[in-house]
Each structure stands twice: as C-alpha cells, then as structure tokens.
C-alpha cells in the first residue's frame, strides 16, 4: 500500500514537473533547428521554406496589419527585402494573430494591406496559429533570423534599436546579423527586445 | 430674537451657497483642465519602478491603441479607487507614440476620466530598458509590474479584475 502511494505520489510529481517544463518552453531560442511550415500567401499560394533553394537563410518577421508597432516598421521591412532577398536572405512575413480576436488581421485584409502598401515579401497567415507557439513569439514584430542548411536560429528579437520612429535608429539589429552572417561570421548580436503588441487569440 | 434667528439663517444660507459653488467649480475645472502627460526617458522613469516606501505600487504598461490593455485599465483605475485605503498607488505608464500625445492620449484620458497617473515613456532604448525593467519581458503589451519594498513580481499578460486583485492581495497580506 505505501509503495503504491509513494508512486503514486512520484506520478503526480512527474506530471506537474513535466506541466510546468512545457508551460515554460517558450519555442526556439538561439541555436535551434526550426521545423519547416506551409502557410498560405496573400496571392493564394501555399508557401514553404524548402520552396527556396538558392537561398543562404531567412529573415522571418511576425507582423501584421493592426499594430501600430507592425506599421512604423513596414517600410523597414520593405526595405530589407530589397536589398537582402538577391543577397540570399529573403523576408517571409508572417500574421499570427487570430482574426476571430482581431479581425483586422483576417486574410482577407492581409491581402488588402499587401496590396496598398506594394509588400514586396510573402505575407503568410498563420491558419490556426500552429506556426507562431513552435516559434515562441510573443508579439508582432518578432524577428527570426534563421540560415541554411542546418535551419538554426542565429537571431530573435528587434529589426532595429527605434521601433517607434525610423528616424532615431542608431543600431540596424537585422542588418547587422544577416551582414555579419553574409561574411561568415558569427553575428555579433543574439537577441534583441523590443515593444510590441501581444499576439491575438481568443481565449 | 426671531430677528436673529432670521440673520442667522440667511448667513448660513450664504455660507452654504457659496461653499456648493466653489465645489461646483472644482469639479468643472478638473474636468475641463489641461492634462499634462509626463513624458519621461528611462532613466527618469526608474526612481518610480523602486520606491522604497510603505505603499504598494500597481505599474501598467499600455497604450491607447492597444485593445487588451485598453479592456483592462478599468481594472487598474478601480483597484486605484478601491485600496487607496490600503496604500496601494497605480501608475499607467503609456508606450503611445510621442507624436499622438496630444491627438490620441490626453483625449483618451479625458474620455474614460482617468483617475491614476499617467506618464509618457518616450525612450528608444528599447533593448537596455525592456530587461532592465524585467529580464523575462519580451516587450509585449500589455505588462504590469506589482512591487512594494518586501517584494517584486512582472507579469507579460492580461488581467481580469479578479485575477489582479488576487495578485495584489498576495503584496499586501504575504
């Protein structure tokens, strides 16, 4: 009877240890091999990161259409695909929010946000949000910079040191790493923390 | 005699007129005053993230655009009313952009009648500050931070009242 409860008692220890460790692994960190995914595009077409085989990594970025944050950066972000998708690190852009929460986020508006402001990056939703818990974002933006071939983590954070006012940035993180990564280096800047809005789901 | 009492009355039918005026106009004035908003950079900022006195301090990280954290500020503006007996103070520290001060947060703050204090932090330095104020913060609002001299907790989530209050009630009866 004792040995009985005494593993009984192990038992429920283990379960609540094992609650808590999943509870408190938030995704990827630094280092990590990201799992690939297959979200759909603003113009229909599912995309995946083994689509892209010329390429050397990824600036991923959760984004979307409503926060004002996601906004003062779009040009940003307009701007790095210009210059580093021919370089080999294309931006895939990302919405994680639910639109039943938020529903200037449904797909629907993607499209339409894409088309005003000429995204010139896919612009992937998150269906179901499966794609951004695996990531561990927390906000829009979020960054990820992940490089080929081992599909590991170099950066998580910012895109630069003034997420408010484009005008005032000191430090570029984004350009820095993928830099830095372009030259064979290691990137000199891991993570980064910025403000930005809490990802939507209904509860 | 009746004379007097006439007198009498009448003075403090005066007193009492004029003291309902002036409360009237106490009223009017707060309610149509300027609100200033202190716009304040990190290191300005601190000194009311690590007050060492008796009171328990609620510190809200929002903005006005921001949907869950405007549902919750009713919550922080009546735990504000509610244990100010009890030495418990909110502050509404604001990550709205310095630009829409004037355009969106002072006509907010008149709007919903804000009680607590409002502050502006109008800092760059995202990355220095963000885990200066919290390690484990990635930056996402809505976040509160709960402290008092004896004890210090973040919290990078939404609130109910009744969660919050629960939060609160663990400063104050540890």
């Known amino acids: 009877m004792k040995t009985i409860k005494s593993t009984l008692l192990l038992a429920v220890i283990a379960i609540i240890t094992l609650a808590f460790t999943v509870k408190t692994d938030k995704g990827y960190k630094v280092g990590d091999t990201i799992e690939d995914f297959s979200l759909k595009n603003v113009d229909g077409d599912k995309i995946s990161l083994k689509d892209y085989d010329d390429v050397k990594g990824f600036i991923i970025i959760f984004t979307c259409n409503t926060c004002p944050y996601s906004l003062a950066n779009e040009d940003r972000i307009i701007a790095l695909q210009d210059k580093y998708e021919e370089l080999g690190y294309p931006v895939i852009a990302i919405n994680p929010n639910d639109p039943k929460a938020q529903p200037g986020d449904s797909f629907e508006k993607m499209k339409v946000r894409a088309e005003e402001k000429g995204f010139n990056f896919p612009y992937l939703f998150d269906e179901g949000q499966k794609v951004y818990p695996k990531f561990g974002a927390s906000k829009t933006p979020h960054v990820y910079i992940v490089s080929k071939p081992e599909m590991k983590v170099e950066y998580i954070g910012a895109i630069d040191d003034s997420s408010r006012d484009a005008s005032t940035v000191k430090v570029k993180y984004i350009e820095t790493v993928v830099d830095e990564l372009l030259a064979g280096k290691t990137p000199s800047i891991t993570e980064t923390r910025a403000i930005g809005c809490s990802i939507k789901t209904v509860k | ?174």
């Open chain 2, 1 to 174: 005699m009746i004379r007097k009492s006439i007198f009498l009355l009448a003075f403090l039918a005066i007193i009492f007129s004029c003291k309902k005026e002036k409360a009237k106009t106490e009223i009017s004035e707060k309610k149509h005053s300027k609100i200033e908003v202190t716009s304040l950079d990190y290191n300005q900022l601190k000194p009311y993230l690590e007050r060492k006195d008796d009171k328990t301090y609620v510190v809200n990280f929002w903005a006005t655009w921001c949907a869950p954290c405007v549902k919750e500020l009713p919550y922080f503006e009546k735990i504000n009313k509610a244990y100010a007996n009890q030495n418990v103070e909110v502050l509404l520290v604001s990550l709205d952009f310095p630009k829409q001060v004037d355009k969106k947060l002072i006509p907010f703050i008149k709007r919903r009648n804000l009680q607590s204090e409002v502050v502006l932090l109008d800092d760059t330095n995202e990355n220095v500050w963000i885990p200066a104020i919290n390690e484990n913060w990635s930056g996402a609002l809505p976040a509160t931070l709960i402290y008092n001299k004896n004890n210090r907790k973040f919290y990078e989530q939404s609130f109910t009242y009744e969660a919050l209050e629960n939060e609160l009630k663990t400063f104050l009866n540890p």
